[in-house]
């Protein structure tokens, strides 16, 4: 006599593997080995930070700073190393921010794919804020896949003498997906047999899938309905 079951077996794409911080920076040393600054015209970045500022991000310690102290037409960029991530399915930026409000300055994030060569934005604020943030900026359209990737904290001054300071502390950059890293989660179960919502089966198919990376077994739910509770 043929008895009703229900096979349940998880397709849902599996969570990104690999994540691992590639930029964890806090300044404490000064400039990072392998970032540069570039300053077309006016106040450079500073990296400590000027000694007559205090870290106002809601980090602790050294900082980076651009001090312009609304004097200068400045345009400066702090800009990371190279970085290939062409392994890498998705990466999220997080720093720490503090400047001082004006109108019309901008505080930028840039992204080159092409080693430098070339710059596009990604992120830009303008207006009023005494307060410290932290900004967590998902770049993945913009640099995952890419083997060349660069970043840079852009101060612009918009071409008027504007803006008093900005600070960043804290920068992370965090990328996901390429080899699996210890700690990462075993994937998920793939190509199904029966294929998933198949009906009218015989309580004698045979059942069988794609184990998930890094899994050492399986659960198998025989039921009615889906709910693993039922």
Do not use: C
């Not at 599996?14 to 990072?32: C, H, K, R, V, W």
């Not at 190509?191 to 899938?209: D, F, Q, T, V």
Request: proline share 6%.
């Amino acid at each position: 006599e043929n008895q009703d079951y229900a096979l349940i077996i998880s397709v849902t794409t599996a969570l990104p593997t690999g994540s691992g911080l590639i930029i964890d920076e806090n300044f404490s040393a000064g400039l990072p080995a392998g970032w540069t600054i570039d300053t077309p015209m006016g106040i450079p970045w500073a990296v400590p930070g000027a000694p007559h500022l205090s870290n106002l991000t809601g980090g602790s310690g050294q900082f980076a700073v651009v001090d312009n102290g609304w004097v200068n037409q400045t345009v400066t960029s702090l800009r990371t190393p190279q970085f290939d991530l062409s392994a890498n399915t998705a990466a999220v930026l997080r720093f720490n921010s503090a400047y001082n409000y004006d109108t019309f300055e901008s505080l930028n994030v840039d992204v080159s794919t092409n080693g430098g060569a070339g710059w596009f934005n990604v992120w830009k604020y303008q207006g009023f804020s005494i307060y410290p943030m932290s900004y967590q900026l998902d770049l993945s359209s913009a640099i995952a896949g890419h083997s060349n990737v660069m970043l840079a904290f852009r101060f612009d001054s918009e071409g008027w003498l504007s803006g008093d300071f900005w600070q960043i502390d804290n920068v992370q950059l965090e990328v996901y997906g390429g080899e699996p890293q210890p700690g990462d989660p075993p994937g998920q179960a793939t190509a199904p047999i029966p294929s998933n919502g198949a009906s009218g089966l015989g309580i004698e198919s045979n059942l069988s899938w794609s184990a998930g990376t890094d899994a050492t077994s399986h659960d198998v739910y025989f039921g009615t309905n889906s709910s693993l509770n039922g």
